[in-house]
């Protein structure tokens, strides 16, 4: 893991000292795990700039903490800020105010697939790994043990715009992987999935976890609590941690 880094909420480098002053166990650990990703006071309202536009207040404080290690749930209704949440923790959007610390490699797979349709697998990988640095033997390694525990060996040469809906859906959430991030950000990662894929993605994510990743799964519906370390509810724009049984 890679020393140290903080970041504003847009994700730009800023100083540790005054974003993490109030956190509470800054650097900390939990059950076992180190902080590898804290978001903290994040506060987010969609428009109302415009004549005739209404403001969407989405989030109003949010304080959270992944651990690596770990696999953190976070819940809630249709609308509630989920995905929101997760692109300002993984930098692609920013805050209006607010700070993110990432500790580390981030990888994020969104729910909407971000996926060129004219490239077939295969090249997808390649246009990810070269992102993240990887040269092409690392990238190759990686690309056929996610598609091998992921099953779609046999579509490395499809195009994305021919895949099914589950097995873009694979491809989207292996090149999130491919570079071996610290912190995984999960957007309803397993949409789509047949009971098998479903069963290979915990197995995949218990692997990563045991490996010391930090992973958050955001989901308007957590089917099983027991595979999570702890969960976060998100409502009315704030975060609540969830106790086991809930
Ligand atoms: N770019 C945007 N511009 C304006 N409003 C937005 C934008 N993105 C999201 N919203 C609004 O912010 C609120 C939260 O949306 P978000 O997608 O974060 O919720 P969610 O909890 O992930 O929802 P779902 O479970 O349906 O995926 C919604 O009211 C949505 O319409």
Redesign the pocket.
């Known amino acids: 893991m890679s020393p140290d880094s903080t970041h504003d909420s847009s994700g730009h480098a800023t100083s540790r000292g005054d974003a993490t002053a109030d956190a509470p166990d800054a650097g900390g650990t939990r059950d076992g795990g180190n902080v590898v990703l804290r978001g903290t006071d994040l506060c987010k309202t969609?428009?109302g700039s415009l004549p005739f536009t209404a403001a969407?207040e989405?989030l109003d404080g949010v304080n959270v903490e992944l651990y690596g290690g770990q696999i953190t749930g976070i819940v809630?209704?249709?609308?509630?800020?989920?995905?929101?949440?997760l692109k300002i923790l993984a930098g692609i959007d920013s805050a209006d105010s607010g700070t993110v610390e990432r500790i580390g490699d981030v990888g994020w797979c969104p729910?909407s697939s971000r996926l060129y349709e004219r490239l077939t697998v295969r090249e997808t990988f390649e246009l990810f790994g070269t992102g993240h640095g990887l040269d092409d033997d690392a990238i190759e390694d990686r690309m056929h043990d996610i598609a091998d525990r992921l099953d779609f060996v046999s579509d490395l040469d499809t195009l994305v715009e021919d895949l099914s809906g589950g097995n873009r859906q694979k491809v989207n959430l292996g090149v999130s992987l491919v570079h071996e991030p610290d912190v995984l950000l999960l957007?309803?990662p397993y949409t789509g999935f047949d009971w098998e894929t479903y069963l290979a993605f915990w197995e995949l994510t218990d692997d990563l976890k045991a490996s010391g990743t930090g992973i958050a799964i955001?989901s308007?519906l957590l089917r099983k609590r027991d595979r999570f370390d702890r969960v976060y509810e998100?409502e009315d724009g704030t975060l609540r941690e969830a106790e086991r049984d809930e």
């Open positions: 969609y428009g969407t989405v809630g209704a249709n609308g509630s800020g989920k995905s929101t949440l729910q957007d309803e955001v308007h998100l």
